[in-house]
């Protein structure tokens, strides 16, 4: 089903009933609303303004719109800051202020904000909690959007300075574990700590990792303030966020979706491929400027597909140019279509477009609607109308419990420690993530994510890209779980407080496999080493660890000086480099062939994906595709030769 | 005529009489002073000295020296600050004091530093308004350089709310012509406008662009009060100011001239051409290191001839090496010579070196002058000579109403939208001025200026790099003129607060095309676009609307998919795009030949110039170049063959 | 002789006596301790704790073990920042107070601090002075290491104003030397002079070289307050510093030096390689990635043999992959014990690891020790075995008179000038130094450094590649030692405030050469110019200069356009611009011939190095290569054919 992103308070109320009409009539079924309004919800501190907001739920009720209603938090007033301050965060670069003028403007650690949060929050969901017509609500938006998860502020260090001492209890055993001695760094009491930043050389790696896991729990906990006042005053309704990427945040959405009926991801392919691609030259660039990348998204999709067992919507979706990237190109004709009909062949139960109509002023005045702002058309309008007859035609069945074969085990920690201790500038865990991904949808494969916490049973192939501190119960899980296992080098780098572990890396992984790192070198991502597998010569690049074997395993591959690259005891494979993208694909060619995984070699533009018994196959290419569909293939939409920028899918009679 | 800029202050007193007498004796008539000398005005607080500067006036005046006086206040003294630490301006991206040390450390919104500066004025106007010597004023010195326009201080956030209720008188209206009500941005009272820096995210580009306006007008009330001061007290004398370009300093320079009798500018061709090269490679930059960039730099008289009514003063002209660039190299032999005539052929009524002699101290000790520190005469010295002697030969008279036939609509707005409205990381507004007068040049053609308010009447054609936010007078002004009229995408963009106008883009200028921008799609710079006009494919760059066809117009070019690129109605043409150089002047070109205007093709290197009846050619390569005169064209300079760096001068009997 | 670094306050009391003992089995002769101890030494305000110390110092030295004890200044505890925050620096570039968390968060300048540093070194100099088994001290650590050198705090200003104070006595005499009328700069008290930082634009080169000149001061200061407790209370013991280059710290490791008994230098050939050719191509960087570049450390063990008579250890040698560059390669095997034996060959007498084992905890955990965390040996252990053959084998002795006949004048000022005053972004005296340092080292010469008031006499051959501001006494110094003396251009470029010298540059070198510099040009650096010498063109880059010839000299070498470029007269030869490293070498190997110092052309990656009567060969390269020994060489160490990353050493029977 689709929906839409609508901002009553933005047009003229005498349009509502109007744009209402016109959105059932289009045949959308949910409306988001209300997320950044307080400033007239509350136009003045303490009086609430609630009649508008009755008349725009009223108008969009009646026309027969399930509504979406959010919490306010995102943009607190002005009136607000200028009466605390303290809620503003502090940037952990400058040290400076941030202030008031345009969104997410407050500190997670203020208990200030906490509490005027959790008063807007009740406000609204004591009058709104059982409106006939809201079915859900979104909490906030795109929390922790503009790097504002980390802050420097004295309301920060406070809350961190309490974290630490509900973790570690007496200043002794946090300086043991952080290393503190290591420079003098030693507190004599919790109230001594000071937040990880503005430091005249890098501040510890352990300090800086607990300042991170604080920041994580702290918007988790900020966050859930607002689920369980909803959760009390709004019966039957689901509770969502819609999340962009952890890449981007810094946090564990995975704990923030614990209290959350499904989670919701905001889907902008250009803007996100424009971001991602900034550095790569025209050449590979210029095929997606104005489709975006085949793979990121998607890997975004799986991604948040596992957030919430399995089931997710998209909240936002792109409808046209939008405004915030480097540059922002105007998506090929079709791609609106072909992007929807993706995110309901990866799982989404429902794709929302963002938004109903192009504002003419303020920030986002460049973003496209569906309406252009003189309340026609815009060019996304008609592939809509598309995607929604070619929907009813699939009739599409949740699919709770789909699970695809090949698994790729998603630690944000492993984001985190990248991120904490340099040691390769090059160096970076999503990118890694990423490459791996695309090598499996290369083979055509369905890919899941799991959490490192998260179940490995049922996957025939689990890969590890990265599982920076692990515990035992962790390994042992991976283990018991029959899967084969493909670690990447920094695997097991660390213990809990990112010390080097007893009996060194890979620590808790020698339950699976005896080697011990004994030494690390890293290397300029233009200096890469050759890696010969099977005859082959791969290049490997930017990490490159000296395995010690201690027990009986099996050299797979070899570096150019002979230490071992990648070697293998039962299922448990690791690498001591990260390897190329054909490596990993050739590689994982081989073990879905161990495992009877069918795989087929996709040329880069056309990438599957399967629902239920049906078959999508998206075409990225300038050209047409044949789709790898088997013979006796029935084509529910399009046919075998899939046109430029056109899909297919198809059923296999059984 | 020629002058120089002269700091008595730097020298001993028993060299300022050998001083005047070599100047006139060198043939010099004009001699700036004073602009830098606020600590010796006045020592201490309140405690004028100013028999020092009576002597070294009337020294300079007994010389036979017509005296251009300064007001000081680009370098307010250190005791000033201490008393009014107020004064200095808050870098805006780093919130940080800009403190003393330098100059320009004054914030125009500082009351305090205003009535200092009125003080100083009128003490200095009150002693020497009449003084016989002095026949003219400059205010201050490069006003706004090193980015001090833009302030983020307590001053400037008190003015411009001042300024916002000035303007919009309700606070009502201010939100909702920003659309604050976008991100809950709505304000109560115009005490709660913040300066639009340092927020979490982007602010506003309505808040922003009002700031850009509110300082800009700053920038000027600062001026004028400098202005009224001379005015009163000094008659019969002229009042300039030096001009740095308004992309560096962000403010109008055509409001700030309203005030003042003849713009002046400050012209340093080789450190102008190091920085606008910096990012080009060294085969672009090369031929042009050591003799400037033969278009840059006319570029920037021909917009200063534009500020008060054709004329126009080269207040210091660049002598030899200067230091503020990233490198730094010697001007070529002769061209000192070079430039001196190139700025009267562009209609400069007098040329002023910078300066009389290096100071072998402080910041700009590694700047030439026409005498070297130890008062040997430095290479420019007969470059100088020589100017002299030719000008003598041209005999050339003032040109006040003189005219080109082509004009560039300049809209400081269009620069302000551009820094202020993202969308496209590479669109700069400067750049495509830049580049159309290039196209322009390479035609042969003279260029005028003018501003967006200003009178188009009387040309042939006007081409419009970018006219941000036109009224429905502006339009009809430029349609009533009857010139030909080429307007760059984007023209139209906004309403005056930065909205999308009604009816969408291109607004206002649907008096003239009925069209509309439906859509726009920006590219990185290395992803451009074929354009085909008359069967022959050009590269379009950086911005990409979709034009629909609202009425009769001719669609003159198309983009590879087929979507209008250039079109046509009666006298005026709309470009859906950024082409490159080499289309510009080949539609120009047939746009002259439309109005008869001639051309003719010119190498890189070669530039022609017209005054009065007489044609300058400027021969900027490293070979001999023939000017492509008139069989008939009789040569006052040079011959039909100009050798590398030199010029020739001719007249065509009528 | 050999030595390790030490934290026994890292480790388990139980482990120390065991550490010490395989010390002493493995060979080394020192262990230094305690630099980074102070929480340890002083856990709470006035309360020392010493008896662990104790322990460990006896357990050391009863193995046998000779101590280098530290002073623990370079990590203050916490609890000393919160009660004295002024101590904290304040970063000149951001205004931002650099805060702690890591080490060296200490403003020289805080009178605090030298107070509070004299006293906890006074403790440790009272109680361990006469400790028999500590025989010398180490200060600090890395003095001024990540730009602490400079600061922006009040401390520093007023530290400042005193230093002028004392250095200009009246403040008249400082605006004159200064300049300070030139933007009415001038002060009326040392009470109202500013650091100069922070200011609208920049800040005038006489202010700036004034607080490079009072920061290098006020370090030393700060630094020989320690050496006199030391000395007063550890007699019959050395004193030392382990510096870092001066490229880094921006401050005069001479005057330092003064105070010490020898000058100790830190030595990480990757680390410093992966920072010094971060910008170069990979392949000019990868051969030398796991290697190290074979001349850029020795360039600094000659320097740093320069520091204090000839006498230096390498306190720090790195012993496997670092934690700190932008990348961190593991060494090639077989590089450790090269590194050892060539800083031996250099004139090191002792070389220190660092350190004992890897921390498996905080920022360094990364940092490859002699042992692994597990207390197992690493990849270093069995190359320093070897090296301590060697070395026995070799039998050095100290050689505290040797000199080369070829010296390198390092002038910190000349360093500290292209900092102050840029006139030439790619300029870069250290650079420039490196490049001569190169073209000698390619002759197969062996080179010492002197500093700007050092001892020219007995050297053939003084190579200046930047002598910013001789007096005349240095000059007269130079040209009386006989040595044949080649300058760099802008030697001699200013008086000693950063003015112009009288009579134009070189100012007072005119004592040698009778040449004005009449005007400098500079270049992009990828702007070349041609230089002729010798009927062959070489490039030329970044410095340009006008040479008028006031006198008899021999011009030697000319640009393109005919100007000089090398002008000699007598002994003395300088050059107008910048040439390239094969000019430096093909000119220095005729200076050599003429005054019969011998050389031999070696490939890039093999390099001789004398010490006595022993020749050492070094190879670099991944291939074999021929060590240049003559016929009758007796090899100490391998042989005529030296293997890749091997090494060899030979004596000629005289």
Redesign the interface.
């Known amino acids: 089903m689709l929906g839409v992103c609508y901002y009553p308070?933005?047009w003229p109320e005498e349009w509502w009933a109007d744009d209402a009409r016109r959105m059932k009539d289009l045949g959308l079924t949910y409306v988001r609303v209300g997320e950044?309004?307080?400033?007239?919800y509350e136009?003045?501190p303490g009086v609430y303004d609630f009649g508008w907001y009755d008349r725009a739920l009223d108008t969009l009720g009646k026309a027969g719109l399930k509504i979406v209603a959010c919490t306010?938090t995102?943009?607190?007033?002005?009136?607000l800051i200028?009466r605390y301050p303290d809620i503003l965060?502090v940037d952990p670069i400058?040290?400076?202020?941030?202030?008031?003028?345009?969104?997410?403007?407050y500190d997670f650690s203020s208990e200030t904000y906490l509490r005027e949060s959790i008063r807007i929050t009740t406000a609204l969901a004591e009058r709104y909690g059982k409106h006939d017509a809201i079915v859900g609500w979104q909490t906030d938006n795109e929390i922790a959007c503009?790097d504002?998860a980390l802050s420097a502020s004295p309301n920060a260090r406070r809350a961190f300075q309490d974290w630490c001492r509900a973790k570690y209890v007496d200043i002794a055993t946090l300086n043991k574990a952080?290393?503190?001695?290591?420079?003098?760094?030693?507190?004599?009491s919790f109230e001594?700590i000071?937040v990880?930043?503005?430091?005249?050389?890098?501040?510890?790696?352990?300090?800086r990792m607990a300042f991170r896991r604080f920041t994580s729990d702290r918007v988790a906990l900020y966050h859930k303030a607002q689920v369980d006042i909803l959760r009390a005053h709004s019966p039957g309704r689901f509770i969502t966020h819609n999340f962009i990427p952890p890449t981007d945040t810094g946090i564990d959405n995975y704990t923030m979706c614990r209290d959350l009926d499904f989670a919701s991801f905001d889907n902008y392919p250009l803007g996100r491929t424009?971001v991602w691609m900034a550095k790569r030259?025209?050449s590979e660039?210029?095929p997606y400027?104005?489709t975006g990348h085949p793979d990121y998204c998607t890997f975004l999709f799986d991604q948040t597909r596992s957030l919430a067992g399995g089931k997710f919507w998209i909240m936002e979706q792109q409808p046209?140019?939008v405004?915030w990237a480097?540059?922002?190109?105007?998506p090929l004709p079709g791609m609106i279509r072909l992007w929807t009909l993706e995110a309901f062949a990866h799982g989404a139960e429902v794709v929302s477009y963002f938004r109903w109509r192009?504002?003419?002023?303020?920030?986002?005045?460049?973003h496209?609607g569906l309406l252009?702002?003189?309340r026609?058309p815009?060019?996304a309008w008609p592939e809509v109308e598309q995607a929604l007859r070619e929907l009813k035609t699939l009739d599409l069945a949740p699919v709770p419990g789909a699970k695809a074969r090949i698994a790729i085990l998603y630690d944000h920690e492993a984001q985190w420690l990248g991120e904490t201790?340099?040691?390769?500038?090059?160096y970076s865990h999503p990118d890694i993530m990423v490459n791996w991904y695309m090598a499996a949808r290369r083979l055509g494969l369905d890919v899941d994510f799991i959490p490192a916490d998260g179940d490995p049973n049922g996957y025939d192939i689990v890969l590890v890209p990265g599982l920076a501190m692990p515990d035992a119960a962790t390994v042992k899980r991976l283990g018991d779980s029959g899967a084969l296992l493909l670690f990447a080098a920094r695997s097991g780098a660390k213990a809990r407080?990112?010390?080097?572990p007893?009996?060194?890396p890979p620590g808790e992984l020698r339950q699976l496999l005896p080697i011990r790192v004994?030494?690390?070198?890293?290397?300029?991502p233009?200096?890469p080493e050759g890696m010969v597998w099977r005859n082959h010569t791969y290049q490997a690049f930017?990490w490159?660890e000296?395995l010690e074997l201690v027990g009986e395993v099996d050299v797979q591959a070899s570096l150019a000086d002979g230490s071992p690259a990648l070697v293998r005891k039962n299922n448990a494979l690791y690498m001591a480099t990260l390897p190329e993208q054909d490596f990993i694909a050739d590689l994982l060619e081989t073990l879905c062939a161990e495992r009877g995984v069918p795989t087929v070699r996709l040329p880069d533009d056309l990438r599957l994906r399967r629902r239920g018994d049906l078959t999508f196959a998206f075409n990225y290419a300038a050209v047409a595709r044949e789709a790898p569909a088997p013979a006796n293939a029935h084509f529910v939409l399009g046919s075998r030769t899939v046109a430029p920028r056109d899909l297919a899918v198809w059923r296999v009679p059984s």
């Open positions: 308070e933005h950044f309004a307080w400033s007239r136009p003045e306010p995102a943009t607190p007033p002005k009136w200028d965060p400058t040290g400076q202020v941030r202030g008031f003028g345009s969104r997410r403007h503009h504002t952080w290393g503190n001695i290591f420079w003098s760094m030693e507190y004599r001594e000071e990880p930043f503005l430091a005249v050389t890098e501040t510890s790696p352990a300090h424009d030259p025209a660039f210029r400027m104005r046209g140019p405004n480097g540059h922002n190109p105007r192009q504002a003419p002023f303020a920030q986002e005045q460049m496209a252009r702002p003189d026609t815009s060019e201790e340099r040691q390769a500038d090059s407080d990112v010390n080097l007893e009996g060194l004994t030494s690390v070198g890293t290397a300029r233009d200096c930017t490159f000296a």
